[in-house]
């Protein structure tokens, strides 16, 4: 009876879950700022209503047992749905406040600084500082080697890369969704721009949004979760037109292989090498014949 109720209890917070998560739609693809505020009030709100009305067995001091015993035992409450999705909504709404057309002008740049850096700093901060939960962490290294299916992916994400994206960048137009680049100034900035931006989408999205959300669902449900975030910021960022194609098993397969590696660096590298032939592709589309290095 207690693992049916347990389940049913689980099912119930996926609802919460979905609806913070469905904010990031309405905010980046949608563009309607109240209804993403609206999203994210509901499934706050929702899970503290679960929260609240919680059954017996949930709490961690149960069977009349004194909070001092559970203590001495090592016992501890288990993670709060809501807090965790406050969490993911205080980042959200950071990112929210600007607009993520890809700009190369020192205004954009510093606003994308503050406004990115901002959305993983302060989760980060009320995690460590006010909750003092420790949920959200950044595993760098596990002092483990890579091995062959490793260094083969990254060899492989290069050769996807450069078979798929000169195609869909260039057919669907969506290279027009980035700035002009044909002048070295504007050709470093647009490197470092998508560079600084593909290892945020790990720290944020992985590190932070997946991470929370493991800690009260399933793996894949907690991937499925993240990646409606993760897709929905590209899509503004410029991925647009059949890019979620793209992006969906991107963002899938990132959480899949932080699971399997529980490496950071891991996972950047795979996004660094990916964003390299974005920067190529970008460059090229801007100046044909700069790079000829591509099929299209």
Not at 95 to 110: F, G, K, Q, R, T
Not at 172 to 183: A, E, H, K, L, R
Not at 217 to 238: H, K, M, R, T
């Amino acid at each position: 009876m207690t693992e049916v109720r347990r389940a049913t209890t689980t099912r119930l917070r996926i609802l919460p879950a979905l609806l913070v998560c469905a904010a990031a739609p309405a905010f980046f693809v949608l563009e309607i700022p109240w209804l993403g505020w609206a999203l994210l009030a509901l499934g706050i709100g929702a899970s503290w209503l679960l929260e609240r009305g919680r059954h017996a067995e949930d709490q961690v001091v149960s069977m009349g047992a004194r909070r001092d015993t559970a203590k001495v035992l090592g016992v501890h409450r288990p993670p709060s749905l809501t807090r965790d999705l406050s969490l993911i909504a205080v980042g959200l709404l950071i990112v929210s406040i600007i607009p993520l057309a890809a700009e190369l002008d020192n205004l954009a740049m510093l606003r994308f600084t503050l406004a990115l850096g901002g959305a993983v700093a302060v989760p980060y901060a009320i995690s460590r500082f006010v909750y003092r939960d420790r949920a959200i962490g950044f595993p760098w290294r596990t002092h483990r080697r890579w091995g062959r299916l490793q260094w083969g992916w990254l060899v492989a994400v290069l050769v996807l890369g450069w078979l798929i994206l000169p195609f869909y960048f260039i057919t669907s137009g969506v290279y027009q969704n980035w700035p002009v680049v044909d002048t070295p100034d504007l050709i470093a900035r647009l490197f470092v721009g998508v560079g600084a931006v593909g290892i945020w989408d790990e720290l944020f999205f992985i590190c932070t949004v997946f991470a929370l959300l493991r800690r009260h669902f399933p793996d894949l449900l907690a991937n499925l979760l993240q990646a409606i975030v993760f897709v929905s910021f590209l899509w503004e960022l410029g991925y647009r037109e059949w890019g979620p194609l793209l992006t969906i098993p991107f963002a899938l397969l990132q959480g899949y292989i932080f699971l399997r590696t529980h490496s950071l660096a891991y996972v950047v590298t795979v996004h660094l090498l990916f964003d390299a032939v974005v920067f190529a592709v970008l460059v090229h589309a801007h100046n044909p014949g700069l790079l000829p290095i591509f099929l299209v």
